[in-house]
């Protein structure tokens, strides 16, 4: 809710949204900062009632009292969470593949079967990817090869990432080159290649064999049992690392909840922990592709969803209190974003979301689309988020296409009229290509969006364990490792 | 099937109900300056309430749209003019 309240002029506060939660309220403004007062506090600064002067000083020293803002301050803050806005698309989705030998529940990248290079993307589309890439005025460049599986695609794969290689020691751009793999198709010679190329690995696991197995079936052999090889592998590789000239990241793992996820928590955390994952991505299934078909045999409400993520959540913050190191992702970039007014770089909470002006998909036959999501609703057979075409298609054409500028009006908070007056609303986004699958338009229909009642209900149970000491102290440390 | 009605223009302003029309393409509409609808198409009487809640969803965003387009306009111009990498939008 929205709130400006003029009759209380012994304070002459500025406008704030307000939302009620366990055990309090939760102010926020658009500097983006925040209060959680009482429930009896707040309802003193509605009446307009004097307020004990230690609550006066927070509330001025956040931005909510006009007469006491300090504004270079209050605006820096502001500058930092959305630094997004000065710099240009960043990350660079490569699709390098159709093929995969997986044919997981919830694929939402419209892979297609193993046999056949009909989808594989072609040298001369990856090159001229790779200089629209470093056409972004950003300073910093994310190339991040998906699929289908991107190994399947290895001769472009090689070549194209000793191409961005040089571009970048010509351009002065830092380089960050990310894989995300099943790691099915890998082997010593080609994780080489990547660990001296200082590529990032990243994994699915979903958690056990028997969950995991369940939602990524392999017909080649044990899905599970290749993921974890790998992922011990390349630990293996980076806790051992000494006097090389490159550096070797620790591999990190996605985990898409479905169904068959429900009421296994603790095994899937303990699966993480065991493998020495420090870091754990509670992600729901998006309605695209796959997910959206077989919705019934592996979706769930957002209730279920966030009974799932409490649970988890609850238990990662007791494994903490015990000493062991593993934090959950979603958590540590709404806190970061929160507490150290920083963008964590996760373009689908951000206003406008990172559709061409942060992030840019390339696909396998060269057309261009906004964001990943919106290259997948282009396999079904709808281009509506489609800015281009790499062999047509100038960088300039991308950012200018009405696909980008559909993107940026529709997932702007001040146009969305639930948005503007949640108090979520400095640190959350909407995303128009999963607004427009659920609900037939990229505006959407917030209200009875299930994203937002998945993103609002996280926002609760954070700001509600914040309430708490400890849990509190252990949620606020991972802000620190995000950094 | 064919459905006449009226609808209150001091609640529903003209350009809302045209924007609904547009969303609802299951009827066709004929919609006067003074808000005489007619509603043409299978279960016309379902069309035309459906154009009046549609219309107060459209009503909802312009009313927004007539407040906070300023600020809404400067975020998007900043954002697609530092991707376009024009200098004017970091100052």
Known sequence: MAVKIKENKKLDKTSFNFRKINGGVVLSNDFGC????????????????????????????????????????????????????????????????????????????????????????????????????????????????????????????????????????????????????????????????????EISICTSLDGPSFIHNKNRPFSLGNSHSLTVKWIK???????????????????????????????????????????????????????????????????????????????????IISLNLKGKKISEKTAQMLLTKIFDFKDPGFLDLRCPCGASVG??????????????????????????????????????DIINSSATKGCMVTSNLENQPMCFRCAYKPWCGVCPAVNYEAQKTPWGNIISSQRCEIFMGIFDILFELLGKKRESEVLKSWISEDK | MKFKSKADTSVYSLEALKLASYILDEWQFKISTFGEIEVDGENPEKGFKELLNEALNQQCRIDLASKNS??????????????????????
């Open chain 1, 34 to 197: 925040h209060c959680v007062l009482s429930e009896k506090d707040f309802e003193k600064i509605l009446k307009g009632k004097k307020i004990p002067s230690y609550l006066e000083e927070r509330l001025s020293e956040a931005g909510f009292i006009s007469k006491k803002m300090d504004f270079d301050k209050l605006f820096s803050g502001w500058q930092k969470k959305n630094s997004f806005l000065y710099t240009g698309p960043g990350l660079n989705i490569f699709v390098l593949t159709l093929r995969c030998n997986h044919k997981c529940l919830y694929c939402q990248s419209g892979a297609l079967s193993q046999n056949g290079k009909k989808s594989d993307m072609s040298w001369q589309t990856a090159k001229k990817s790779v200089d629209m890439a470093f056409s972004s005025p950003n300073p910093n460049i994310s190339i991040e090869f998906q699929g289908g599986e991107p190994l399947a695609n290895w001769p472009v794969l090689e070549k194209t990432v000793k191409y961005a290689r040089k571009k970048q020691k010509d351009s002065k751009k830092n380089l960050f080159i990310a894989l995300v793999s099943n790691l099915s198709l890998m082997d010593e010679k080609k994780a080489e290649f990547l660990l001296k190329n």
């Open chain 1, 359 to 396: 992030q840019i998909a390339y696909n396998w036959d060269g057309s261009i689309y906004t964001c990943d999501e919106g290259r997948m609703i282009g396999w079904e057979g709808d281009d509506f988020f489609k800015a281009g075409d790499i062999n047509k298609s100038s960088y300039k």
């Open chain 1, 233 to 315: 592998y390349f630990m293996k590789r980076h806790d051992e690392q000494k006097d090389l000239s490159y550096r070797i990241f620790k591999p990190s793992a996605l985990l898409t909840v479905s169904k068959n996820s429900l009421g296994f928590h603790k095994e899937i955390i303990d699966e993480y922990v065991s493998l020495g994952l420090e870091s754990i991505f509670f992600r729901p299934l998006s309605p695209i592709g796959y997910a959206a078909k077989y919705w019934d045999k592996i979706g769930y409400n957002s209730k279920e969803f966030l009974s799932f993520y409490r649970k988890g959540l609850e238990y």
């Open chain 2, 70 to 91: 300023k600020i809404a306009n400067i975020i998007i111009t900043k954002a697609v003019l530092s991707a376009l990498g024009e200098k004017e939008a970091n100052k």
